[in-house]
T-cell receptor
Framework: KNQVEQSPQSLIILEGKNCTLQCNYTVSPFSNLRWYKQDTGRGPVSLTIMTFSENTKSNGRYTATLDADTKQSSLHITASQLSDSASYIC?????????????FGAGTRLAVHP | EAQVTQNPRYLITVTGKKLTVTCSQNMNHEYMSWYRQDPGLGLRQIYYSMNVEVTDKGDVPEGYKVSRKEKRNFPLILESPSPNQTSLYFCATWPGEGGTEAFFGQGTRLTVV
């Protein structure tokens, strides 16, 4: 079983609409949880990084939330734009002391249509 | 400008022909790592390095080698590529602290026929 599960696998929304992507994880304890945006054929780019003690982190129209008790995180995108079409990846960094590990979810593929 | 540079971006090769994918970073980061990305799966770690001459296996190291002779470079070597190594490969780098941002290269799409 994957340690980081994302839902939905894919999502289509209309330009201007909001959407929320989900991430459930079993990694424990963890150092931080990250959301990345990956355009097709490109490397992931960091959107937010939250430590285990943070509840929310914003980056423009992107807002990530974290509930460490239920081991859930979400990424909310406000007023979507065509350029938001990408895969969004949830990543958990275990509190292993070595910081050599990033555990990736499989991602949610978002398509924003005009 | 912070950069992680991978080469080549695209490569088609034949089974058994040795190849090297290069990765170079200009941020003086200690950590470097290689991942492969396959459809429906998250990025999986192949090898990582915590500093010069220090490397260790990730989750899927079979069929791959790495070296870290200089801090800025971390090449991925496939001694005898096989079709199951057809994938999208990413190099990543980050400083030694856990809460800091990781930077990824642009990716190398490898096809082994």
């Amino acid at each position: 079983k994957n340690q980081v599960e994302q839902s939905p696998q894919s999502l289509i929304i209309l330009e201007g609409k909001n959407c929320t992507l989900q991430c459930n994880y079993t990694v424990s304890p963890f150092s931080n949880l990250r959301w990345y945006k990956q355009d097709t054929g490109r490397g992931p780019v960091s959107l937010t990084i939250m430590t285990f003690s943070e509840n929310t982190k914003s980056n423009g129209r992107y807002t990530a939330t974290l509930d460490a008790d239920t081991k859930q995180s979400s990424l909310h995108i406000t007023a979507s734009q065509l350029s938001d079409s990408a895969s969004y990846i949830c990543v958990v960094v275990p509190f292993s002391g070595g910081y050599n590990k990033l555990i990736f979810g499989a991602g949610t593929r978002l398509a924003v249509h005009p | 400008e912070a950069q992680v540079t991978q080469n080549p971006r695209y490569l088609i090769t034949v089974t058994g022909k040795k190849l090297t994918v290069t990765c170079s970073q200009n941020m003086n980061h200690e950590y470097m790592s290689w991942y492969r990305q396959d459809p429906g799966l998250g990025l999986r770690q192949i090898y990582y390095s915590m500093n010069v001459e220090v490397t260790d296996k990730g989750d899927v190291p079979e069929g791959y080698k790495v070296s870290r002779k200089e801090k800025r470079n971390f090449p991925l070597i496939l001694e005898s590529p096989s079709p199951n190594q057809t994938s999208l490969y990413f190099c990543a780098t980050w400083p030694g602290e856990g809460g800091t941002e990781a930077f990824f290269g642009q990716g190398t799409r490898l096809t082994v026929v």
